[in-house]
């Protein structure tokens, strides 16, 4: 589904599609025999019935096939190493954030996260989650249902991160003078330049000091998208001859517009101190690395700190 300005979604269209693929990632990777990260709440999120179609979906964007071609096959397994090495740099953050003393979190776009329900948070943290109305309801009632109780004082945002996000956030109590610990994982490309650039400025605005951001960044530049989607073009015209469901691909939800600005520049322009870990240097360093070195992990994980 092409990507407008203004439109919407739930858990099982468009963007809200993409947070289930990647449950359904941190599921796999729970249930593995060494797994790099648990996330228990991540198989239940991904098994309702009204998520059939978008498992099925996934399943069929991520099958393999004697008949592919290596080189434009999706690699499930290389998707579910990256999204564990994701998933443990982040929870480390928050451990740290929550070490350094910090109490107020905001994760951005929360889709499916169940960090509010699964990290060990002290007493007192309130954990605001900002996502379109109806994939915060379909979280929380799934996992009402499943019987968990968040690990902290979980506050829903619902609302638009195009929209006036702030005022909302304020809304459900957010105290802008207190430090805080802010997440975008996942989701810068499916916003708009202008809302990126935005949102920044909104994150600044309503941090205190000690406060501390943590931004996903995605490596892939143009000239290798194209490539990758012409690859992505030729294997699914096989597929379709094949029969096989080709409605499910993440890269047409992407905002392609110029100009975003680099996070690390701009949290350093604006007085915070930054840090950047390359994605491959952190599976590196967790034992879990690129399994080809023909597709290694270009993204990178940038965090600063507000002084």
């Not at 948070?121 to 499943?146: C, M, N, Q």
């Amino acid at each position: 589904m092409a990507r407008t300005l203004d439109d919407s979604w739930d858990i099982a269209t468009s963007v809200g599609a993409t947070a289930v693929m990647v449950a359904l990632a941190r599921a796999r990777e729970t249930a593995a025999a060494d797994p790099l990260i648990r996330d228990q709440f991540a198989e239940p999120l991904v098994s309702t019935p009204e998520l059939e179609g978008v498992r099925e979906q996934v399943a069929a964007w991520w099958a393999g096939s004697d008949d592919d071609d290596p080189e434009s096959a999706v690699d499930a397994q290389a998707m579910i190493d990256y999204q564990a090495v994701r998933t443990h740099f982040f929870d480390e953050y928050f451990g740290n954030a929550v070490d350094a003393g910090i109490r107020q979190v905001v994760i951005l776009a929360a889709g499916l996260d169940s960090r509010a329900y699964r990290l060990a948070w002290p007493a007192g943290t309130v954990v605001y989650e900002i996502d379109l109305p109806k994939v915060l309801e379909y979280k929380a009632t799934v996992l009402a249902d499943h019987g968990a109780t968040p690990a902290a004082d979980r506050r829903p945002v619902p609302v638009d991160l195009r929209h006036d996000w702030p005022q909302a956030l304020r809304d459900a109590g957010f105290d802008a003078g207190r430090a805080t610990a802010w997440l975008a994982e996942g989701l810068l490309p499916f916003l708009p330049a202008a809302a990126q650039e935005a949102m920044f400025a909104s994150i600044d605005e309503l941090s205190g000091p000690g406060s501390r951001v943590a931004v996903e960044i995605f490596g892939i530049d143009p000239e290798k998208r194209r490539e990758a989607e012409e690859r992505w073009a030729e294997l699914k015209a096989k597929r379709e001859a094949r029969g096989q469901d080709t409605s499910f691909n993440p890269f047409d939800l992407w905002f392609d517009d110029e100009g975003r600005p680099d996070s690390a520049e701009w949290f350093g322009a604006h007085g915070w101190a930054t840090r950047t870990v390359g994605a491959r240097e952190e599976a590196l360093r967790l034992g879990r690395p690129p399994r080809s070195e023909d597709r290694p992990f270009a993204n990178s994980f940038v965090t600063a700190t507000k002084p």
